[in-house]
T-cell receptor
Framework: AQSVTQPDIHITVSEGASLELRCNYS??????LFWYVQSPGQGLQLLLK??????LVQGIKGFEAEFKRSQSSFNLRKPSVHWSDAADYFC????????????FGTGTQLKVEL | DGGITQSPKYLFRKEGQNVTLSCEQN?????MYWYRQDPGQGLRLIYY???????QKGDIAEGYSVSREKKESFPLTVTSAQKNPTAFYLC??????????????FGQGTRLTVV
């Protein structure tokens, strides 16, 4: 079965600093990959997704992620963090032909220092 | 506006009682899902439904039940058999099962507390 690991439970960065959130997955082939963001007490909003093609994916709010097959990783990046980016971030994988069910990582809580 | 409506936003239940969480969508999506979220555990799949009158168990279905009588609606019942029901529950939809390139759309969630 597939699994997702987000090794950083909490990350704190200063406003204006760069950000990288890590995501590693375990699956025998290339899965569908997603990053979602969640504000407190809210649902999840899709930031970006990867299915195939260009391994560098651009998303909303200035985020990007890079798929690295050799490392089974799909790390999320942002060049300059804004205070409003403080939230919980979830990496998820879906299996092609697997009915669109998603397996989520445990999430990374981002705090932004002003 | 098209979207997913979960109600209520907050729900309190006494031990031993069943409670039903509502999820309604007007996105015309075929597939619907229920996830449970606990602190530090991410989201876990409870049940999902790909078409009307059909549904499958997810990873943590024990103590829960669902129905899918209408395309727009996928209610979740938390039964008294669920030993630790206090959690945040999220409903999601996708346009079509097995379609390539679809992501899940989420409702705003229901926070259930057992008192």
């Amino acid at each position: 079965a597939q699994s997702v690991t987000q090794p950083d439970i909490h990350i704190t960065v200063s406003e204006g600093a760069s950000l990288e959130l890590r995501c590693n997955y375990s699956y025998g082939a290339t899965p569908y990959l997603f990053w979602y963001v969640q504000s407190p007490g809210q649902g999840l909003q899709l930031l970006l997704k990867y299915f195939s093609g260009d391994t560098l994916v651009q998303g909303i709010k200035g985020f990007e992620a890079e798929f690295k097959r050799s490392q089974s990783s799909f790390n999320l990046r942002k060049p300059s963090v804004h205070w409003s980016d403080a939230a919980d971030y979830f990496c998820a994988v879906g299996i092609p032909g697997g009915g669109n069910k998603l397996t989520f990582g445990t999430g990374t809580q981002l705090k932004v220092e002003l | 506006d098209g979207g997913i409506t979960q109600s209520p936003k907050y729900l309190f239940r006494k031990e031993g009682q069943n409670v039903t969480l509502s999820c309604e969508q007007n996105l015309n999506h075929d597939a619907m899902y229920w996830y449970r979220q606990d602190p530090g555990q991410g989201l876990r799949l409870i049940y999902y439904s790909q078409i009307v009158n059909d549904f499958q168990k997810g990873d943590i279905a024990e103590g829960y039940s669902v129905s899918r009588e209408k395309k727009e609606s996928f209610p979740l019942t938390v039964t008294s058999a669920q030993k630790n029901p206090t959690a945040f529950y999220l409903c999601a939809t996708t346009p079509r099962d097995r379609a390539i390139g679809t992501e899940a759309f989420f409702g705003q969630g229901t926070r259930l507390t057992v008192v």
